[in-house]
């Protein structure tokens, strides 16, 4: 832990420090001295002698004396007056670039509307009933300003994440005293507030952190700011929790005292708390509202505050803006990563709704992108109230509100919401007081919407119009993008003709599930599947009729095998499957039962003609044929044309007479 004495800067030092010093405040001194000592020398010696002369002489020489004091005197304060200015304008200065930073860092972390204004009036009128010396309210007051400033080294979506933090965050979280505490040191101050700033949270049993400080040993500052910016925080909204209401908070503070907080503070804090709210209320600085329950309040919670005790040298609609820069740039920032990255739909759409809470309030967020045949949009991603309701919900283009601005190509705003709502009832639906939607578009064709529903908002302002105009091309595109990914992963990794896996896709599942086997020492079985005289189908019917015929034949294979399984077309006529647990015998098993499903289909062909199919199959099985990909497919592969051979030694293969099939 940081000693107070860390903070107690020396000021000035060295030889030319005492120099200065002595020529600006001392320089006059040893004149005024040679003056009145030459003017007593004359005197005396003037007395002495008896000489008229010499007592003129004296009165000549002994009259400027007192105007060279005067002068010099005048001089030497004239001097000690600027240098009170210069240190009062600098105070100024420096109470102001605190006010400053401590506004910042509150719109950097989102905290609640005046935080700041009462944490500091807290702490100050705690320290005094305490009996706090000078230097330690001056710090008690710097410390309640700054205490959070180690928070610019945390990340914006740890500070402003909507629910609880993972163990890796909250460490990055826990580290923010210390950086606090080390970015302080190297100001300096004449009083303790990095030791303050670093203990804030402490525990009083001993479980907090940095330093796990228990009791007394935590500096009496930093139990102070720790209780009553804890009171406070429970008191507002954070974008991880819902405000506490004013008994709630008490009641948590009453039940922490003698674990989180110093009980002889807790009571003094009780005690005070009328008269400090008297005294808050009298400046202006109230507290937060009661606690709202809708999500969109808790989407557009305002950022806290910065101190200033007569002035504001900061509006309040200024720190506004520098929270609403902030969002708007990290919300674009977040959107444009989005944009660069090859991420799912899903994956896309759930990120941006994320985003955009940040930005625009709402109480439930659809995101419908086109289906099918363009005639209609679903529901790809639904937040907020009332999601599960919304989930793959099918609009057509022209319906409802949603419908109409994806066929219109233009935005529609702060019209009745039952238009779009009323699918949920009338009770659930009438409960929502604004809409806004907004066509997803590019290259001038809408593929989607994104529609916002608030039950707190009447409308709709033209801020949230210009920020959602502001938003919706890196939206759009990242959207695009993702479908365009989409579309072409599962190209990349669909066999066309049979719409079944190709073998792109078989050999990435059949790796990961080898793996899996290897593990957990169960078997797992490849077959390999090759039509008999393929070739002649093509011949005879043509191709046409070769590809219909290798799609049914795909169909009864898979419906074969269990859901897990895994069929897909290796090439040609030849389709591969992976059977997972599944042993040497069982994997005879299912092998017979392709074959039998295959000999009781009809295929219909062209010219009223029909046929049956059969198959040539070989499986393998790990671990006794091997754990590699290469090894199981080879052996397979062989056993399969091994049971080709002993098809057509015993005769069983199909004939394909011109211009007739017939079953074999």
Request: aromatic share 8%; net charge negative; with cysteine.
């Amino acid at each position: 832990m940081m000693s107070t004495t860390q903070d107690a800067f020396p000021r000035g030092g060295g030889t030319s420090g005492l120099s200065s010093v002595w020529k600006e405040a001392f320089f006059w001194i040893p004149i005024t001295h040679m003056a009145s000592t030459a003017a007593a020398g004359v005197t005396a010696y003037s007395l002495s002698s008896h000489l008229t002369g010499a007592i003129f002489l004296t009165l000549a020489l002994a009259v400027p004396v007192p105007m060279v004091i005067y002068y010099a005197f005048k001089t030497y304060h004239s001097k000690i007056e600027d240098e009170r200015r210069h240190a009062e304008q600098m105070s100024e200065v420096h109470r102001s670039t605190l006010e400053a930073l401590a506004m910042a860092i509150d719109a950097k972390d989102q905290t609640t509307h005046q935080h700041i204004r009462r944490v500091q009036i807290y702490a100050r009128r705690m320290g005094e009933s305490m009996r706090m010396g000078a230097k330690e309210l001056k710090a008690l007051e710097a410390a309640s300003l700054l205490h959070d400033i180690g928070k610019l080294g945390v990340p914006d979506y740890i500070l402003n994440k909507p629910g609880k933090l993972t163990e890796h965050e909250f460490s990055k979280m826990k580290c923010h005293p210390v950086i606090g505490a080390e970015i302080l040191s190297n100001v300096k101050f004449d009083f303790p507030v990095a030791s303050y700033v670093r203990a804030h949270h402490e525990r009083w049993d001993g479980l907090g952190y940095p330093d796990g400080l228990a009791g007394e040993e935590i500096p009496l500052g930093a139990r102070i700011l720790a209780l009553v910016d804890h009171f406070d925080a429970l008191h507002s909204d954070r974008p991880y929790r819902k405000a506490m209401t004013r008994e709630e908070a008490l009641r948590h503070i009453r039940e922490q005292s003698g674990a989180y907080f110093d009980p002889t503070l807790v009571k003094l804090f009780l005690a005070m708390l009328e008269s400090l709210n008297a005294e808050i209320d009298g400046l202006g600085f109230q507290e937060p509202e009661a606690p709202r329950t809708s999500q969109a309040a808790h989407n557009s919670s305002a950022p806290a505050a910065g101190f200033a005790e007569e002035r504001t040298p900061l509006t309040e609609s200024a720190l506004g803006k520098i929270a609403a820069a902030h969002q708007e740039v990290m919300t674009l920032h977040d959107i444009a990563r989005v944009l660069s990255s090859s991420l799912s739909l899903q994956d896309t759409v759930a990120i941006v709704t994320s985003r955009l809470a940040n930005v625009v309030p709402y109480s439930t967020c659809v995101i419908y992108l086109t289906d099918g045949d363009k005639t209609r949009v679903r529901a790809q991603y639904a937040g907020g109230l009332n999601r599960e309701s919304f989930r793959n919900r099918v609009v057509s283009l022209g319906e409802g509100i949603t419908g109409w601005v994806v066929a219109n190509h233009k935005p529609m705003y702060n019209t009745s919401p039952l238009l779009d709502l009323a699918f949920l009832g009338s009770e659930t639906a009438s409960a929502y007081g604004s809409v806004l939607v907004f066509p997803v578009m590019k290259q001038g064709e809408a593929f989607g919407a994104v529609a916002l529903y608030s039950v707190d908002l009447p409308n709709y302002t033209n801020e949230h119009l210009r920020l959602m105009e502001m938003v919706m091309q890196p939206i759009s595109d990242a959207l695009h993008n993702a479908m365009t990914f989409e579309i072409t992963r599962q190209t990349a990794l669909t066999d066309q003709m049979t719409g079944l896996p190709n073998m792109r896709a078989f050999s990435m599942q059949l790796e990961r599930e080898l793996h899996s086997a290897e593990r957990a020492k169960y078997p797992l079985s490849v077959l390999v599947i090759d039509i008999n005289d393929f070739k002649q189908v093509n011949d005879t019917f043509g191709h046409m009729a070769g590809d219909r015929l290798l799609f049914q034949v795909g169909q009864v294979i898979r419906r074969q095998l269990r859901d897990h399984d895994m069929v897909a077309r290796y090439a040609g006529d030849e389709f591969v499957a992976c059977l997972t647990m599944t042993d040497p015998e069982q994997a005879g098993h299912v092998i017979r039962r392709i074959q039998k499903a295959l000999g009781q289909v009809v295929l219909d062909m062209p010219g009223g003609e029909s046929a049956t199919v059969t198959a040539s199959i070989g499986a393998a099985t790990s671990p006794s044929d091997g754990w590699s990909f290469e090894e199981l497919m080879m052996q397979a592969d062989r056993r399969m044309y091994r049971s080709k051979e002993e098809l057509k030694t015993e005769d069983t293969f199909p004939t394909y007479p011109k211009p007739r099939m017939l079953a074999s």
